[in-house]
């Protein structure tokens, strides 16, 4: 039998389709059955490519006898957190007041007004370290509900209200200046793991967004322990397991402070994120790793990510299968000694085991090895190296592919768009700018549709039924701006114009403060707001960014003054957690540089606009084609000079003098 999932376009919930409970998709007609029933509503939220969310499905979701007690005691509902990050967002900000803790699978029970009374995450189906078994919490919960309900109630309510008191008065508190900027270098330089690269311990994520700020301070002030932080860090992952060394693409993080082993999963928005960095520390060093490592996770995303609509996927899985049937963390991706010999013979498999640093005991499970570039101290024979690596990845293309998450995300989608839009400028791909091109143009035909207003997720070309959140219209406007700067053609600001809009009117509180959800959406137990990064941009400074470069194409008042109130936050936060608020320390780099506006009269790809693209002046904007096109506003106004392509440089609509000559422009821009 399949439950009520069959029929939506959530990979994640189509897995738990053909699954004995009965599930539920989150909507006021699963709340109105627990109020009939008075039963509670267990809420499960989890995502296609977390392991232990198939972990659980296996142990519990797929026991007739556990599915037959949850079908009779709750109403269950099942949630995709990337479909629906306001409703995650919300239950868990509860799950880590109440517990310290949090992650996914997310276990909730609600009310049936939707007040949450218990919380946990992942329960095994047999009571171990501790913890008890799911049943065992269900039955908890059932005797609860039941003996003592004005409990449950009362716990209920004040939960909300605690939640309810958490706003963020964090508008209005100035702008974020040379002060802020330095002590958030200050705190960051004490955090830097100085041995291995990185901030803090174990598991150890991509810093993408403190790697954009700390290139940008370094652009604007000479710092030179920021470029470094930045540059011994992005080699220190490239080197490490967690970078695919046969196939590029980054998997999720580290669950070691020396990058060795990975959580295999590999997902959109990081290779987006760290493709644009490492094209970025090109940019800023012209560094060759960082050149390699950016065009090969480029192509990863074209290759392994990329939908028949154009669009890019969410998510490859952690798990594949591996030779016996069974399915296996990381099958896909490990080697052993044996296995290097069975495919290069005993001289290559050696030299491949000294070079991709696999050990007889190996550095992964039961004496597999993450494959890693470890030795930087000796010469390797590049020729040798690229005939094995090939070898390998023709041997690993016969393996069970890990399964793949085909929802098209709009807020990852505008992340892509951007780095590959940049990436092809910087490496002469044009193939790459057509990519990102007609990612832009899904967003637009079948995301934006008639309405200018982004629907969050697209499967086959299918719109999903959930509203775009905050990181929707920041990211997406921040896409549009790149192909813009890249492209010269001026539609993409006007629908990046479009997009903020909407921030403008739905998203903006007092004071400048920024909400997750527009005013007119669902509305959960509080409205959910967070100017924090987690593994993107916090939709908050991501619309701040947006909204300064779009102010910077337009000398639109509103726009800059939007972005101004937004960035209070960074004032606050950027000294005191500076790792968490990376995206919103890089945009006050930029509006402390002006940001600068850069015009190009001449032809879109010639050596001026590519010199512009290639300026290190922080979240400067770059405008080209032919002069007085209404399409760019930068454009008005600004002949070449004696017939030749010219540039000027602005700051604030206040120009230095034309130039004609690249080198120049280059200087200006901190080329």
């Given at each position: 039998m399949s439950n009520r999932l069959a029929q939506v376009t959530s990979p994640y919930l189509l897995q738990h389709a053909d699954n004995p409970v009965d599930w539920w998709p989150w909507s006021p007609e699963a709340f109105e059955e627990a109020r009939s029933r008075n039963v509670p509503v267990l809420l499960s939220v989890?995502?296609?490519?977390?392991?232990?969310?198939?972990?659980?499905?296996?142990?519990?979701?797929?026991?007739?006898?556990?599915?037959?007690?949850?079908?009779?005691?709750?109403?269950?509902?099942?949630?995709?957190?990337?479909?629906?990050?306001?409703?995650?967002?919300?239950?868990?900000?509860?799950?880590?007041a109440a517990t310290g803790q949090g992650g996914w699978p997310m276990t909730v029970f609600l009310t049936a007004d939707a007040e949450p009374f218990y919380f946990g995450t992942y329960f095994p189906p047999e009571p171990r370290h501790g913890m008890p078994s799911f049943r065992q919490v269900l039955e908890g919960?059932?005797?609860?509900?039941?003996?003592?309900?004005?409990?449950?109630?009362?716990?209920?309510?004040?939960?909300?209200?605690?939640?309810?008191?958490?706003?963020?008065?964090?508008?209005?508190?100035?702008?974020?200046?040379?002060?802020?900027?330095?002590?958030?270098?200050?705190g960051l330089s004490r955090e830097y793991d100085g041995k291995h690269g990185g901030f803090g311990g174990a598991p150890k994520f991509p810093p993408s967004m403190t790697i954009e700020f700390l290139l940008r301070h370094h652009a604007r002030t000479g710092a030179e322990g920021a470029l470094q932080m930045a540059a011994d860090t992005c080699e220190a992952m490239a080197r490490g397991g967690m970078y695919d060394q046969l196939a590029g693409g980054f998997a999720r993080y580290s669950v070691d402070r020396e990058w060795v082993v990975p959580h295999f999963e590999k997902m959109l928005y990081d290779n987006a994120l760290l493709c644009r960095v490492y094209a970025h520390l090109w940019r800023a060093t012209g560094s060759e790793l960082a050149r390699r490592v950016a065009l090969e996770t480029a192509d990863f995303m074209v290759r392994e990510l990329r939908t028949a609509e154009g669009g890019f996927a969410s998510a490859l899985d952690a798990d594949s299968e591996d030779g016996g049937g069974k399915h296996v963390e990381g099958a896909y991706y490990v080697w052993t000694p044996a296995q290097l010999r069975e495919v290069l013979g005993e001289e290559d498999a050696a030299f491949a085991a000294e070079h991709f640093g696999v050990t007889e005991a190996g550095t992964f499970e039961e004496g597999a090895s993450v494959l890693q570039l470890p030795r930087t101290d000796v010469a390797v024979d590049a020729d040798r190296a690229a005939d094995v690596r090939a070898r390998l990845l023709a041997a690993r293309e016969e393996r069970a592919r890990p399964g793949r998450d085909d929802k098209v995300v709009a807020a990852w989608n505008g992340l892509a768009i951007a780095a590959l839009a940049e990436t092809g400028a910087y490496f002469d791909r044009p193939d790459l700018?057509?990519?990102?091109?007609?990612?832009?143009?899904?967003?637009?035909?079948?995301?934006?549709?008639?309405?200018?207003?982004?629907?969050?997720?697209?499967?086959?070309?299918?719109?999903?039924?959930?509203?775009?959140?905050?990181?929707?219209?920041?990211?997406?406007?921040?896409?549009?701006?790149?192909?813009?700067?890249?492209?010269?053609?001026?539609?993409?600001?006007?629908?990046?114009?479009?997009?903020?809009?909407?921030v403008l009117q739905h998203f903006t509180?007092?004071?400048?403060?920024?909400?997750?959800?527009?005013?007119?959406?669902?509305?959960?137990?509080?409205?959910?707001?967070?100017?924090?990064?987690?593994?993107?941009?916090?939709?908050?400074?991501?619309?701040?960014?947006?909204?300064?470069?779009?102010?910077?194409?337009?000398?639109?008042?509103?726009?800059?003054?939007?972005?101004?109130?937004?960035?209070?936050?960074?004032?606050?936060?950027?000294?005191?957690?500076?790792?968490?608020?990376?995206?919103?320390?890089?945009?006050?780099?930029?509006?402390?540089?002006?940001?600068?506006?850069?015009?190009?009269?001449?032809?879109?790809?010639?050596?001026?606009?590519?010199?512009?693209?290639?300026?290190?002046?922080?979240g400067a904007?770059?405008?080209?084609?032919?002069?007085?096109?209404?399409?760019?506003?930068?454009?008005?106004?600004?002949?070449?000079v004696d017939g030749a392509p010219t540039a000027y440089v602005c700051r604030h609509f206040v120009c230095d003098a034309p130039t004609t000559d690249a080198q120049e422009l280059a200087r200006k821009l901190g080329g």
């Open positions: 989890g995502y296609a490519s977390c392991h232990w969310c198939h972990v659980m499905a296996h142990e519990s979701f797929e026991d007739e006898q556990v599915a037959a007690y949850l079908n009779a005691h709750f109403v269950p509902v099942k949630v995709d957190r990337e479909e629906r990050p306001d409703v995650d967002a919300v239950y868990m900000e509860a799950v880590q919960v059932v005797s609860a509900w039941t003996d003592r309900p004005d409990e449950v109630n009362e716990v209920a309510g004040r939960i909300v209200r605690e939640l309810a008191g958490r706003s963020l008065a964090h508008g209005g508190e100035g702008l974020p200046g040379e002060p802020e900027l330095a002590q958030a270098l200050l700018i057509e990519r990102a091109t007609e990612a832009a143009d899904l967003l637009v035909r079948v995301h934006m549709g008639d309405v200018a207003r982004l629907a969050r997720t697209s499967k086959d070309g299918r719109t999903g039924d959930n509203a775009g959140v905050l990181e929707d219209y920041g990211d997406v406007a921040e896409g549009f701006l790149a192909l813009a700067a890249v492209t010269g053609e001026g539609v993409w600001l006007e629908f990046a114009g479009f997009l903020l809009d909407i509180g007092e004071g400048g403060q920024l909400y997750d959800t527009a005013d007119d959406a669902e509305q959960l137990i509080r409205r959910p707001q967070d100017p924090t990064d987690s593994a993107t941009p916090a939709g908050w400074t991501s619309a701040a960014g947006a909204l300064l470069s779009y102010a910077a194409y337009t000398g639109s008042e509103a726009h800059r003054a939007a972005a101004e109130d937004a960035l209070g936050v960074v004032k606050a936060l950027g000294p005191r957690v500076p790792r968490f608020i990376g995206w919103g320390l890089a945009v006050a780099e930029a509006l402390l540089d002006g940001p600068r506006e850069v015009a190009v009269s001449g032809p879109v790809g010639g050596e001026l606009h590519r010199t512009a693209l290639l300026g290190r002046a922080p904007v770059v405008a080209a084609g032919a002069t007085g096109g209404t399409e760019f506003p930068l454009l008005m106004d600004r002949p070449t």
